[in-house]
């Protein structure tokens, strides 16, 4: 929880994005089971996109009846519903879970990409369990610090140059 000595932001790097094509029959669709977050949602038709509207304020959208090119989504479980309501497909980019490290994957693109973040994190998951609290909040500090500056570097590739307000 922000606030939290322990907390962190989640990791969202390049790593970690993936794009799929998600088929909408009668107004919803459904949702790859590795989705994290969802960072883009737009019709192939165009790149505008979609606006989201949070599930507790769906009801007002939902009584929007007809056919037409959908404006609207939320997002509600593993289930994507938009409106005007239509079937047609959608394309999704997205940040995607990857497997567990085990014994049988003992690699993955996090790993490959960004290892010292997960050592960080198995460091201050040890030292937790150890009850070394000192020990465990530095690696969660460095850890954090890690993710930011991940989250940072990110973010500056995907939005390279000043963002700029145009009238």
Not at 52 to 66: H, K, L, M, N
Not at 68 to 79: C, D, M, N, S, V
Request: glycine share 8%; charged share 20%.
């Amino acid at each position: 929880m922000k606030g939290e000595p322990t907390y962190s932001p989640p990791l969202r790097t390049k790593a970690m994005e993936a794009t799929a094509t998600v088929a909408i029959t009668d107004g919803s669709g459904t949702l790859p089971t590795d989705i994290l977050e969802a960072r883009k949602i737009y019709r192939s038709s165009d790149q505008v996109g979609l606006t989201y509207i949070p599930p507790e304020r769906w009801s007002t959208v939902d009584a929007i009846e007809g056919a037409g090119t959908p404006a609207f989504y939320t997002i509600e479980g593993g289930t994507i519903k938009v409106r005007p309501s239509n079937s047609d497909d959608l394309s999704l980019l997205y940040y995607k879970r990857w497997d567990d490290i085990t014994v049988g994957n003992p690699e993955g693109p996090i790993i490959e990409d960004h290892g010292m973040i997960y050592l960080e994190a198995c460091l201050y998951e040890a030292f937790s369990f150890t009850q070394s609290v000192d020990l465990a909040l530095a690696h969660a500090a460095r850890c954090r610090s890690m993710i930011m500056g991940a989250n940072k570097s990110a973010f500056a590739l995907r939005y390279s140059g000043p963002l700029r307000v145009r009238h």
